[in-house]
């Protein structure tokens, strides 16, 4: 069975302090995907970027930076100079696999805060 | 502009009635699915659809149904044995049933039982 923890269930910085949203993960499979999405208050869930299993170097876009570590089963999400606009809930998700295919393992979502 | 749509944002249901949540995506994708999200919680996948006149059980299935007759649409009820349905549902697709494609979402719709 795969599982995805995002121990972190709230995080409050004030506006520019850097963040990392922590991601870890479980399942048995060679190959996966993992995803990270944010959902603002308004609901609908934000495709922020994929990650698979084979490709381990970090993915930085603009202030939005992703280190995956396999030896951990880690994909953490770093915000550098956060914004009042950052403040969303952020999923951590996992799919993959000859069972689980395209469905998605979620974590429990953490809740950032960055407030002015 | 190519997305998906759900309606209604809100609904409301009186105990013991089934009620039918609408999913329209106009992106051309192949699967569709069904999350239910509960306040502090993650998503948990209800039903999914990977072609049309297809679909299976996710997670926690039970008290829901589905239809997929058309590729463009993906219909949810939530009939009166689900036992706890409020809650906030997302409605997603995906290109396809291949573990790589991301899935795109809908705005949601919040259903609450009085």
């Known amino acids: 069975a795969q599982k995805v923890t995002q121990a972190q269930t709230e995080i409050s910085v004030v506006e520019k302090e850097d963040v990392t949203l922590d991601c870890v993960y479980e399942t048995r499979d060679t190959t996966y995907y993992l995803f990270w999405y944010k959902q603002p208050p308004s609901g609908e869930l934000v495709f922020l970027i994929r990650r698979n299993s084979f490709d381990e170097q970090n993915e930085i876009s603009g202030r939005y930076s992703w280190n995956f570590q396999k030896s951990t089963s880690s994909f953490n999400f770093t915000i550098t100079a956060s914004q009042v606009v950052d403040s969303a809930v952020y999923f951590c998700a996992l799919s993959g696999g000859e069972t689980s295919g395209s469905r998605l393992t979620f974590g429990e979502g953490t809740q950032l805060t960055v407030n002015p | 502009d190519g997305g998906i749509t759900q309606s209604p944002k809100y609904l409301f249901r009186k105990e013991g009635q089934n009620v039918t949540l609408s999913c329209e995506q106009n992106l051309n994708h192949d699967a569709m699915y069904w999350y239910r999200q509960d306040p502090g919680q993650g998503l948990r996948l209800i039903y999914y659809?990977?072609?049309?006149?297809?679909?299976q059980k996710g997670d926690i299935a039970e008290g829901y149904s589905v239809s997929r007759e058309k590729k463009e649409s993906f219909p949810l009820t939530v009939t009166s044995a689900q036992k706890n349905p409020t809650a906030f549902y997302l409605c997603?697709?995906?290109?396809?049933?291949?573990?790589?494609?991301?899935?795109?979402f809908g705005p949601g719709t919040r259903l609450t039982v009085l």
């Open positions: 997603a697709s995906s290109l396809s049933s291949s573990s790589y494609n991301e899935q795109f």
């Open positions: 659809s990977q072609i049309v006149n297809d679909f």
